[in-house]
């Protein structure tokens, strides 16, 4: 009883330091989001070519970075190289190329990294479209079909079977 009690206690600890922050997310969606679809994804996102290998429309993307390595460390904003793209301190990494974000976003995108880069989006299966579907299809799957009775098979040995 007291192993079972020890490794609820451990499993406890272990979804709470995996469980996402909800202000974090809450800070991702209201401020890095907007910014990352209106100047990021026209380069880095599945609906568009991806530049330098790095996707930035899903967590998974920045997490294995592109060419140039992975984009962010979280908690460690001087580090991750998208921080350092969007202040345009390389001249070789300015990101967006054509201009720079304001100082405010760049700020949010340091403290966003500084939180630990809280990232919804576990799927790289992001669409501009909303698939439509089709329910009658849908219920025509086996599994949706009524159970339906069948006779017994018959048998040469009638004392065979039980």
Not at 84 to 95: G, N, P, T, V
Not at 99 to 119: C, N, R, S
Request: aromatic share 8%; net charge positive.
């Amino acid at each position: 009883m007291h192993r079972l009690f020890t490794v609820l206690i451990i499993l406890g600890f272990c979804l709470q330091l995996t469980a996402a922050d909800p202000a974090g997310i809450e800070f991702f969606e209201k401020k890095i989001r907007p910014v990352l679809v209106s100047e990021c994804y026209k380069c880095h996102s599945k609906e568009k070519k991806v530049k330098g290998e790095l996707r930035l429309d899903w967590k998974g993307g920045w997490q294995e970075g592109g060419e140039s390595g992975t984009a962010i460390i979280p908690g460690q904003p001087g580090k991750s190289l998208l921080i350092q793209s969007i202040r345009h301190a390389d001249e070789d990494l300015k990101m967006p190329e054509k201009k720079k974000l304001t100082p405010e976003q760049i700020a949010d995108f340091e403290k966003w990294v500084a939180m630990g880069a809280p990232d919804p989006r576990t799927t790289g299966e992001v669409s501009s479209e909303q698939k439509e579907l089709d329910l009658e299809a849908e219920r025509q799957f086996w599994a949706f079909q009524p159970v339906m009775g069948k006779a017994a098979p018959k048998v040469k040995d009638t004392k065979w079977p039980r």
